[in-house]
């Protein structure tokens, strides 16, 4: 059985991390291909509005294998030269897919979130917590660097500052800490935790499909682009909106007092 487990459920796609006797530990060679051919799949299916990312058994994901570190094996086998490769084709192709998934993104951390595991999570849109849920980045303990990226994700969902101390120590923080330094949205009981997670996919499903994924990519390339330039993409998506059905039902029912039915058109 590979990694992932997907389910639909209406709009909502369920990427479920399927390694529990790991922690679902990662990645191990062909995981890499399994993101990818997840997220495209998900881009290209006009149904998918929303994707929730959990992980199956008692973690979200307790990152590297370091067993395999230790042996120089897998991912950390041969020259340093052969070691970037792969990063380049595993580990940065989990992450790239995930990025370039053009609706948004809830993890539902349901566990340990660390390392990889926890960069995963904060390359999410939004992030429902467990509380039993812990966020922790350790390289330096193990005497490595974030290879995954996770020096530009992590100080732009919390800041410079917690992103250093995350880093520069090591330590793990519980989920009322990341809920307190913004790394999650909210924290709830860890029985309701899927509930929680897919009720708030069920309300960002119930928006135009098209809008959906231009507000999303309007608000990545707001962290990036200037003012300027982002005038400009508005204008631009703005003006494709207005030509569409879902545009004309949204003002319709908005002024009949009733409900929108979008439908991608």
């Not at 429902?128 to 350790?138: L, M, W």
Request: charged share 25%; proline share 4%; with cysteine.
């Amino acid at each position: 059985m590979g990694l992932l487990q997907i389910e639909h459920r209406g709009a909502v796609a369920v990427l479920t991390l399927n390694r529990p006797d790991k922690l679902n530990a990662l990645p191990e060679l062909e995981d890499g291909e399994a993101f990818r051919d997840a997220c495209e799949a998900f881009n290209a299916d006009q149904g998918v509005r929303c994707v929730v990312i959990t992980g199956a058994g008692r973690a979200f994901s307790a990152g590297g294998d370091v067993k395999a570190m230790q042996a120089r094996a897998e991912l950390f086998e041969g020259s340093g030269v052969a070691i970037r490769g792969r990063y380049r084709r595993v580990v940065h192709r989990i992450v790239r897919s995930l990025y370039e998934l053009e609706v948004p993104l809830i993890a539902a951390v349901n566990g340990p979130a660390v390392g990889l595991g926890c960069d995963i999570a904060a390359l999410a849109d939004l992030r429902v917590a467990s509380e039993q849920a812990k966020f922790g980045v350790p390289f330096l303990k193990l005497g490595i660097i974030p290879g995954d990226g996770g020096a530009w994700v992590l100080p732009r969902a919390i800041g410079y500052a917690r992103a250093a101390e995350l880093l520069f120590t090591g330590e793990l923080i519980d989920a009322a800490t990341a809920e307190r330094w913004g790394l999650v949205n909210r924290v709830v009981p860890h029985e309701r935790l899927m509930d929680e997670a897919m009720a708030l996919a069920a309300k960002i499903a119930e928006q135009p499909p098209h809008a959906l994924r231009l507000g999303k990519a309007l608000l990545r390339q707001g962290r990036e682009a200037s003012y300027e330039a982002i005038l400009e993409m508005s204008a631009s998506a703005q003006a494709l909106s207005h030509l569409t059905d879902d545009h004309i039902e949204g003002v319709t029912a908005h002024i009949e007092k009733r409900k929108p039915s979008f439908k991608g058109e």
